[in-house]
């Protein structure tokens, strides 16, 4: 059993910050990718922002500049510093984790709202 829990979601004003965590636990044998994803309300779920173990990173043209992703290997746990937010932003901010055995796992999200 793989467990992904994520954190750090809110109601911020346009403009501000937000940090999101997430950490992975249980029957992992080493994390591959971790990704961000984000879907807002009728529309379909959309990748934000992806870091290797190595830490090769990729983002979404519309989060290039404001959102920095990270993680820490040791501690199975990626985290997305959220800057310059507008209400475009708003959705359930999922994490997802692709192990090298375990497969590909997915957290409950973590709602973000931005709204003055």
């Known amino acids: 059993q793989v467990q992904v829990v994520e954190s750090g979601g809110g109601l911020v004003q346009p403009g501000g910050s937000l940090r999101l965590s997430c950490t992975a636990s249980?029957?992992?044998?080493?994390?591959?990718?971790m990704d961000w994803y984000r879907q807002a309300p009728g529309k379909q779920r959309e990748l934000v922002a992806s870091?290797?173990?190595?830490?090769?990173?990729k983002y979404a043209d519309f989060v290039k500049g404001r959102f920095t992703i990270s993680r820490d290997n040791a501690e199975n746990a990626m985290f997305l510093q959220m800057n310059s937010l507008t209400p475009e932003d708003t959705a359930v901010y999922y994490c997802?984790?692709?192990?090298?055995?375990?497969?590909?796992?997915w957290g409950q999200g973590t709602q973000v709202t931005v709204s003055s």
């Open positions: 997802h984790v692709i192990g090298y055995i375990s497969g590909t796992h």
């Open positions: 249980g029957s992992l044998s080493g994390i591959n990718v």
């Open positions: 870091i290797t173990r190595a830490g090769s990173t």
